[in-house]
């Protein structure tokens, strides 16, 4: 009877594994995990090569374990059980954008902060942020969180302003007075959203190394300072809570005081409808920090409806691939839910093909911020080549010469452009 028992225990095992596997390989696949923010590993191909290298075995694991059935809600029930033990459980930390990196490896800087920081309300376009100072303010992995929105602590100094300065000058010295040059710098949530005496002593001022890197720069760069227009709107949803990004809609306001710059008729907001997506989502730094109270506020994804009359985007991952098609923006959550709507994923290099003839033909040099800024400018160039300064494979000074490009534009995050990796990186792509 115990040797049936037995058998009938492994049966029953052997037919459950099966099962689940079958349905792990035959069900829906998604691409990409909302939840961890990460491109989710791929099927393999089976060959000989891959075979014999012992590289098919560990393929397949990784496939099984990122598509098993109910994977998301095994994670988030490990989640809940971090929260009934009370104790500290790893998460992996899946995160690749330079920005959330730079947040642990910035050094602060503490210095008093001006008295007219702002202290913000917002109750507009769906979201709520409630400043009560008696809330604390605690740091998870590298992120601060506050009344169940996290932030990131800015720390630049004299220093990393004047590497950036230098790189974005080298830039300008090799174009040449023909290509007109941009720069752009993008503040964080944290000096708008987050009361003063909650940051105060912990981090610089974003509004003064905006300040103090357009001092350093070239006067013959054209910079455009966007930190007043967002000050002046900080009752709109212009950040997200639980990600790094901001929202389209700061994206706009941006777009509005470049268009000053570039000299360009932009678009009324009444020009473009707005939209939310029907999900809500979880962002960047939820992902990297998994606080529980973040994850009881996700953010709400606004996108406008842009009449782009036409214009066709494509990218590439290397000098040698064929431009393939992609989305200005993507609705149908191929690249997830959340920020991945603007342009997809950072690819290395892409082309949008515009709808006017009018000879203007800009390149964009940027980290992911840029991502939801783009998508407006569509309809007064005639050609925008987008390169993300982290993954670009190609010398900027002949790339701009061989696609005939007469305007270019730095734009980073205040956080990228401190750090030493961004400016070491586009001083190689211009040498």
């Not at 098993?68 to 790893?90: A, G, Q, T, V, W």
């Not at 008295?115 to 998870?140: G, R, W, Y």
């Not at 007469?406 to 990228?416: G, P």
Request: charged residues 20%; aromatic residues 12%; hydrophobic residues 40%.
């Amino acid at each position: 009877m115990k040797v049936l028992i037995e058998k009938i225990n492994v049966i029953v095992l052997f037919l459950l594994v099966l099962l689940l596997s079958l349905i792990t390989i035959f069900s829906p696949k998604e691409k990409i995990s909302d939840l961890e923010k990460r491109k989710l590993a791929p099927l393999p191909s089976f060959n000989i090569n891959s075979w014999m290298t012992g590289a098919f075995g560990p393929s397949v694991d990784d496939f099984l374990a990122d598509h098993i059935f109910c994977r998301n809600s095994f994670m988030n029930f490990s989640d809940d059980l971090k929260i009934c033990f009370s104790h500290e459980m790893f998460f992996p930390k899946y995160i690749d954008t330079a920005e959330v990196k730079m947040v642990k490896i910035i050094r602060q800087n503490p210095k008093k902060l001006p008295e007219k920081a702002i202290q913000v309300l917002d109750t507009s376009n769906h979201i709520v942020v409630m400043n009560d100072p008696n809330q604390d303010l605690t740091l998870t992995e590298g992120v601060y969180i506050y009344d169940s929105c996290a932030y990131q602590f800015f720390g630049g100094s004299k220093n990393s302003a004047n590497r950036y300065a230098k790189s974005v000058n080298q830039l300008k010295s090799q174009l040449g007075d023909s290509i007109k040059l941009y720069s752009l710098l993008v503040p964080s949530s944290t000096e708008f959203c987050l009361p003063k005496e909650k940051y105060k002593g912990k981090t610089t001022s974003e509004e003064k190394g905006i300040s103090l890197i357009f001092s350093r720069l070239s006067g013959n760069i054209l910079t455009t300072n966007i930190y007043p227009r967002l000050a002046s709107h900080n009752n709109e949803y212009l950040f997200f809570k639980t990600d790094h990004h901001w929202t389209a809609r700061g994206a706009y306001y941006a777009y509005l005081d470049f268009s000053l710059t570039a000299k360009f008729e932009p678009l009324a907001l009444d020009q473009m409808k707005p939209n939310f997506m029907k999900r809500s989502f979880l962002g960047s730094l939820y992902s990297m920090t998994r606080d529980q109270t973040l994850k009881g506020n996700p953010d709400k994804l606004e996108y406008f409806d842009i009449n782009f009359n036409g214009s066709k985007a494509f990218y590439k991952m290397t000098p040698n691939d064929p431009w393939s098609k992609t989305q200005i923006i993507n609705k149908k959550g191929e690249f997830g839910i959340g920020y991945g709507v603007f342009l997809g994923v950072d690819y290395p290099v892409m082309r949008i093909d515009g709808p006017v003839k009018n000879g203007r033909r800009l390149m964009v040099i940027k980290d992911s911020y840029a991502n939801a800024f783009i998508p407006f400018l569509v309809n007064h160039f005639e050609k925008i080549y987008v390169a993300d300064v982290r993954y670009f494979p190609y010398k900027i000074i002949d790339f701009v010469k061989a696609n005939g490009i007469n305007e270019v534009l730095v734009m980073n995050h205040t956080i990228t452009a401190n750090s030493p990796y961004i400016s070491k990186k586009l001083l190689t792509l211009i040498k």
